[in-house]
T-cell receptor
Framework: TQLLEQSPQFLSIQEGENLTVYCNSS?????LQWYRQEPGEGPVLLVT?????EVKKLKRLTFQFGDARKDSSLHITAAQPGDTGLYLC??????????????FGQGTTLQVKP | DARVTQTPRHKVTEMGQEVTMRCQPI?????VFWYRQTMMQGLELLAY????????DSGMPKDRFSAEMPDATLATLKIQPSEPRDSAVYFC????????????FGAGTRLSVL
């Protein structure tokens, strides 16, 4: 059974601090995605990583795909209150790379206090 | 600005009543997904369609839930009869087959069954 496990589940930090969120699996994924969900809204795609070892940056957010394509991390530098939300990692079901069906992690709830 | 539209945004009903949630996918997208999100279970896939045909509804309680796509611009999720344990946020997402599995989510329907 494919599973994506995220850690930590909850994170409450002060503005300006750095943080890292992890997404781990025992399965190999062809790609992994990160979504952010703000209160009262649906998840919105932040980034897709497709190559083992790949690093992508989105302003203060750095995403990394593990060499073996079984894990990913999201690092936020100098967090701001606007970064508050639920961060979800997701990957395609094995055998479903052509259908769009995704498996989601449980999410990491981030609160950044001013 | 293309987006997935879900109605209603909020629904409060009494146990035993029928609930219908509607979704208008992004024009041109051929896959539609229905998810349920709760604190305990996270984001669960209920059903999904490709080119209006149901591909997988194994995540849905068959005795009370039904999902349809009467046409390419409308997807519906019905619960009859509703139960308090159905209280959750229901999301619809759409995507294009082969487009890197990216899913675009609506803002969700928050359902409360009393």
């Amino acid at each position: 059974t494919q599973l994506l496990e995220q850690s930590p589940q909850f994170l409450s930090i002060q503005e300006g601090e750095n943080l890292t969120v992890y997404c781990n699996s025992s399965s190999v994924f062809s790609s992994l995605q990160w979504y952010r969900q703000e209160p009262g809204e649906g998840p919105v795609l932040l980034v897709t990583v497709v190559t083992g070892g790949e690093v992508k940056k989105l302003k203060r957010l750095t995403f990394q795909f593990g060499d073996a394509r079984k894990d990913s991390s999201l690092h936020i530098t100098a967090a701001q209150p606007g970064d508050t939300g639920l961060y979800l990692c997701a990957g395609p079901f094995v055998g479903s790379s052509n259908t769009g069906k995704l498996i989601f992690g449980q999410g990491t709830t981030l609160q950044v206090k001013p | 600005d293309a987006r997935v539209t879900q109605t209603p945004r909020h629904k409060v009903t009494e146990m035993g009543q029928e609930v219908t949630m509607r979704c208008q996918p992004i024009l041109g997208h051929n896959t539609v997904f229905w998810y349920r999100q709760t604190m305990m279970q996270g984001l669960e896939l209920l059903a999904y369609f490709r080119n209006r045909a149901p591909l997988d509804d194994s995540g849905m309680p068959k005795d009370r839930f039904s999902a349809e796509m009467p046409d390419a611009t409308l997807a519906t999720l019905k619960i009859q009869p509703s139960e308090p344990r159905d209280s959750a946020v229901y999301f619809c997402a759409s995507g294009s087959q082969g487009a890197s599995n990216i899913q675009y989510f609506g803002a969700g329907t928050r359902l409360s069954v009393l």
